[in-house]
């Protein structure tokens, strides 16, 4: 069965500072991979995507995440981070073809002034 | 344009009561889920809805039900409200296979 795993269930960085979260997911074939945020109170967003092609995906609000199949993992960056950034981001795995999603525990981002 | 709405947002129960979540999308989507979320577990699938007249169930279905009443709307029951199904309550929809699930912003579900 498939599975993803967030190591880090809190991070604080510092505002500007570069941002990097983890994701590492197991599944047998090519998943689909995506990243969710969420504000507190809200709903899911959805930051970026991965079904093919190129491994490096560029997301909204600045996001970008890697692809790296011999690690098993989809590790979402930021440059420089804003203090709108903080909240819980999710990394989700669907298999190709069907239609639920696996979602990882979140990794809640905490951004100091 | 609304998306996926969900009602309640906030609803409190006693133990033994029952109640129905209501889900509806507006996307013409063929998918629609329910999961719950609880801290430090992320987000379980309760049921979901691959298209319109099937259900089945997800990772954490015992305790529930489900109706997908038609494409539109998908609704989820708790018969017998336990103080274990205290949670946030997401619904989700999808166009198909290979998108990306959208998003209600929740309901927020304490049994006492």
């Known amino acids: 069965a498939q599975s993803v795993t967030q190591p880090d269930i809190h991070i604080t960085v510092s505002e500007g500072a570069s941002l990097e979260l983890r994701c590492n997911y197991s599944?047998?074939?090519?998943?689909?991979l995506f990243w969710y945020v969420q504000s507190p109170g809200q709903g899911l967003q959805l930051l970026l995507k991965?079904?093919?092609?190129?491994?490096l995906v560029q997301g909204i609000k600045g996001f970008e995440a890697e692809f790296k199949r011999s690690q098993s993992s989809f590790n979402l960056r930021k440059p420089s981070v804003h203090w709108s950034d903080a909240a819980e981001y999710f990394c989700?795995?669907?298999?190709?073809?069907?239609?639920?999603?696996?979602f990882g525990q979140g990794t809640r981002l905490t951004i100091n002034p | 344009n609304a998306g996926v709405t969900q009602t309640p947002k906030f609803q409190v129960l006693k133990t033994g009561q029952s109640m129905t979540l209501q889900c509806a999308q507006d996307?013409?989507?063929?998918?629609m889920y329910w999961y719950r979320q609880d801290p430090g577990m992320g987000l379980r699938l309760i049921y979901y809805?691959?298209?319109?007249?099937?259900?089945d169930k997800g990772e954490v279905p015992n305790g529930y039900n489900v109706s997908r009443l038609n494409k539109r709307e998908f609704s989820l029951r708790l018969e017998s409200a336990a103080p274990s199904q205290t949670s946030v309550y997401f619904c989700?929809?999808?166009?198909?296979?290979?998108?990306?699930?959208?998003f209600g912003q929740g309901t927020r579900l304490t049994v006492v």
């Open positions: 989700a929809s999808k166009r198909g296979e290979n998108t990306e699930a959208f």
């Open positions: 809805s691959a298209s319109e007249g099937t259900t």
């Open positions: 991965y079904f093919s092609g190129d491994t």
């Open positions: 599944y047998g074939a090519t998943p689909y």
């Open positions: 989700a795995v669907g298999p190709g073809g069907a239609q639920k999603l696996v």
């Open positions: 996307m013409n989507h063929n998918s």
